[in-house]
C-alpha cells in the first residue's frame, strides 16, 4: 500500500521515535508500504514517522534508474562511527519544493536490524552515508532545514507561509 507522507509544518514530524521491540508482521508490512511509498514518491530514502508512525524504521535505495532496485531495510538503526564531512544538497519527501546544502560527515557506519532480525553493518560513504545521517535524524524528529543557519530557515519558512496564505 502506499501511504501519505506528512509534509513540514506537520508537527507528526518533530515527535522522536520508538525501538522496534520484536519484528512482526505488521512491522513487515510497515516496511513494504515504506518501500512502496518511497519508491513512488519517487525517493531514495524513508522513514517512518514521515508517513506517521513513530517506530525506528527506515528504508534506503540509492540505486539509480537504470539499475536493479537495491533496497535497504534498518531496524533501530544506529551510526555507530562517523568521520569527515561533506557539504551537499538535500531535498526530503516531507518538505517537498526545497532543497538546500547541508553539512554532514562523509563516511558512517551504521549498526541495525533487517527485516529478519539479523544485526547488519552498513559502511556507507558519498549518498549512501547521507541518506543514513538523514533518514535516522527523522526518528529522533529532526528534519535536514534543522541543519540550516537561522537566516536560511528562516527564508525558508517564510515562503512556506506565504505558500499557505497563498492557497487560502
Known sequence: MIRTILTYPNPELKKKSAPVKIITDSVRELVQDMANTMYDAPGIGLAAPQIGVHQRVIV???????????????????????????????????????????????????KALDIEGVERTWKADDLLAIAFQHEIDHLDGILFID?????????????????AEERR
Do not use: M, W
Open 60 to 110: 534506503i535505495d540509492i540505486s539509480g534508474k537504470n539499475e536493479p532496485p537495491d533496497l535497504i531495510v534498518a531496524i533501530n538503526p544506529t551510526i555507530v562511527y562517523a568521520e569527515g564531512e561533506v557539504y551537499e544538497e538535500e531535498g526530503c519527501l516531507s518538505v517537498p519544493d526545497y532543497a538546500a546544502n547541508v553539512r554532514r560527515h562523509a563516511s558512517v557506519v551504521v
Open 147 to 163: 541543519h540550516l543557519s537561522a537566516l536560511k530557515r528562516e527564508i525558508f519558512q517564510r515562503k512556506v507561509r506565504k505558500a
